[in-house]
């Protein structure tokens, strides 16, 4: 993007804020939204803000620079005036508006600055938007949007899983991913040579999700994702050289069994989304189940064990 | 997977129309929030809103993932229903377009309760008294 265009995006704004008492934001708000300012948010961005009344919240709504006249100002005064007449209760009276203008932002994409690749293990994880080759020759491009409720990879149960992966995954392997999310250990460990994934996920904006990664990251062909419970695993035949479940303790010590009668006879498995305080049980679990533990990795309040068959 | 809460922000957006402009950019751009992708899930899911302004509140993870649940209607929504009217007294308000009870006030009080934020059940009455006033709908007794 040239500067010139780059200079056009970042528009400049003004923030319109009232300080309410306790309870009354929503009708504020309601009075605020009309022409140009089309919603707010209660509260404020940061502590360094100019923080409300002890008893009191932060409607702030937003004009663009453009629009932010005299005649504007003018009418947010009057909407506030009639409203306290309208309402006419003692709690709300003398509401007063700050008009505060903004440095010019393009807020479209300015909270990408704060999405820096990283590495785990051989994975490089990138934003679609960097251009750039990944930091290390060597490493192996993960592109992956940050989105939703799924994360972006940076979960310290995630990056333990890749990173088993990233030292394990030989080439050839057949994958299965239990709890599969956005697909990122499926599609990692594609990335890294795994032959075949099969994943499965009870919720259901998984799936599409994680198509779209392996698509993003051209494995689609090797990855295949489903939406369903453990009653999925009817549904595919045959061992697993790696299966992957990072999913909640509960969960896994319930379906350990299920997990270790699939997983070959040579193969490993890796298991996270274990809490520091359910370690003993889920330990238990995997034990009973047939499955031998080697590697035990914390970090942070959670525990991923790496094992094979006993 | 459970994640460390970082950051929880209250927005009143139209429903279907958000855009990545302020008050959502900045306000989600301060934790890193992937804004493009709240807008998208937010106008898929209220689209068939339109019109309508609606409080939604996200969850904002250390990880910088989120999700969002909207909240209940917005009390002038709910009393143009008890009202039986299909809009509000509009621009000023000086129009008197129906009337509630006091037992529906106290009934959308209820319903409002935790997202009013408020004292207690008698602030919560009048702050929907007030709402109504606003509105053009007078409280009968």
Known sequence: ?310 | MAKELTGKIKLQCPAGQATPAPPIGPALGAHGVNIAEFVKQFNDRTRDQMGMILPVEISVYKDRSFDFILKSPPAAVLLKKAAGVEKGAGEVGTQIVGSVTREQVEEIAKIKMNDLNARDLDQACRIIAGTARSSGITVED
Not at chain 1, 154 to 165: N, Y
Not at chain 1, 295 to 300: A, D, K, P, S, T
Request: proline letters at 6%; hydrophobic letters at 40%; glycine letters at 10%.
């Open chain 1, 1 to 310: 993007m040239t500067a010139r265009a780059e200079g056009k995006r970042r528009l400049a704004w003004t923030e319109v804020r009232v300080d309410v008492p306790r309870g009354w934001h929503e009708v504020v708000a309601e009075a605020l939204i009309f022409g140009p300012c089309t919603s707010v948010t209660l509260g404020t961005t940061s502590l360094a803000a100019r923080q409300p009344g002890p008893d009191e919240e932060a409607v702030r709504s937003f004009v663009l620079e453009g629009d932010d006249t005299p005649a504007l100002r003018a009418e947010v005064e009057q909407r506030l005036r009639g409203l306290e007449e309208r309402v006419n209760d003692p709690e709300l009276t003398g509401l007063e508006v700050h008009f505060k203008r903004l440095p010019p932002e393009d807020y479209a994409t300015s909270w990408r600055k704060d999405w820096k690749p990283f590495r785990v293990g051989r994975l490089a994880l990138l934003p679609p938007w960097y251009e750039s080759d990944p930091p290390r020759a060597a490493d192996v491009r993960l592109t992956i949007e940050p989105v939703g409720s799924f994360g972006s990879g940076r979960h310290a149960t995630t990056r333990t899983c890749l990173r088993a992966l990233s030292r394990r995954i030989q080439g050839g392997e057949r994958l299965l991913d239990a709890g599969a999310g956005s697909g990122i250990l499926s599609v990692g460990a594609a990335l890294l040579g795994a032959r075949e994934t099969y994943g499965f996920d009870l919720d259901p904006a998984s799936k599409p999700t994680a198509d779209l990664l392996a698509q993003d990251n051209g494995v689609e062909e090797r990855c295949a994702f489903r939406e369903g419970d453990f009653r999925r695993l009817e549904e595919v035949e045959g061992l697993f050289n790696v299966v992957c479940a990072n999913i909640y303790a509960d969960v896994l010590m319930t379906h350990a069994h299920d997990l270790a009668q699939r997983l070959a006879p040579d193969g490993w498995f890796c298991f996270s989304g274990c809490r520091f305080d359910h370690v003993d049980a889920t330990r238990r679990s995997i034990v009973e189940a047939g499955l031998r533990i080697d590697e035990e990795h914390l970090l942070g309040r959670w525990m991923t064990f790496v094992g094979r068959p006993a």
